[in-house]
Each structure stands twice: as structure tokens, then as C-alpha cells.
């Protein structure tokens, strides 16, 4: 991995072999962000993606194996407990044009990852709404 800051902005790249979310981890407590949106595309050859069922309350994944090409990554860098916290979905296409997607658990680079990391000048900490049973922003 390797990144530029420029400003607000961080341009990074990720390289086969590396895990995006912990990257991501170790670029934030690093830079010590607080809040930012983040978007991305490249390859991965080995991913879970889950889909959160409302009425459940809970989270199903799903893991993929192959070639695909990340179409969209985007998200949200903020904390909960004052602690790091990221909210991100990916979705990847396969050689057939089929595209999976959903909450990313973890997913490995295959060739590269570019990554746009783009900082907001604030905070904005999470809570846990027992209601809807996730993790949301709290103003």
C-alpha cells in the first residue's frame, strides 16, 4: 500500500494481497480521521459481502472466489464509542458481467485497489438503535 495526502484528500493505492478494511484502518488511525466518505475500484479475487435482513435483525453473507473487477466501493469513516468505525459496501463483476454486492465484511486485492479517501472536517459518533438493529449516525 502506498498513499498520497493532499489536503482533505487521500489517493491510495492498495496491491495484491492486501486486505481493503484493514488498509482502510490503517490509513485512518494513522491520519487519526474522525469522519470522511470513501469510494474505490480495482480487483479482487476473493470477497464476503453480506445483505442485512430487516425483519431478522441480522446479517447474511456470502463469500466469492475468482476474477472480478470492483465496479464500487463507497462509504463512510466515522467512529462509534470514539472508536474506529467504517460503513462500506462494495459490489464486483465477474467475466460474465454478473455483479455481486452488499455490505463488505473483507475482501482481498488481486491486482490493485485506487482508493479516494475524502476527509470532512467534523464528527459524527454512532449508536446502536435496538429498533432497526444497527449502528447508526448519531448527531
Do not use: P
Amino acid at each position: 500500500m502506498d498513499y498520497r495526502r493532499f489536503n482533505n484528500t487521500i489517493v491510495l493505492r492498495m496491491d495484491r494481497g492486501e486486505e481493503i478494511l484493514e488498509k482502510i484502518k490503517e490509513v485512518v488511525l494513522k491520519e487519526n480521521i474522525k469522519l470522511a466518505s470513501v469510494s474505490a475500484l480495482g480487483a479482487t479475487n476473493d470477497f464476503t459481502v453480506g445483505v442485512f435482513k430487516v425483519d431478522e435483525k441480522k446479517y447474511y453473507s456470502n463469500t466469492f472466489t475468482g476474477n472480478f473487477e470492483i465496479v464500487s466501493l463507497v462509504g463512510t469513516i466515522n467512529t462509534m464509542n470514539d472508536e474506529f468505525y467504517t460503513h462500506i459496501h462494495m459490489s464486483a463483476g465477474d467475466s460474465e458481467g454478473k455483479v455481486f454486492g452488499g455490505h463488505l465484511n473483507r475482501a482481498i486485492v488481486s491486482a490493485t485497489c485506487e482508493m479516494v479517501i475524502q476527509i470532512i472536517d467534523g464528527r459524527v459518533d454512532r449508536y446502536f438503535d435496538e429498533d432497526v438493529g444497527l449502528n447508526l449516525f448519531q448527531f
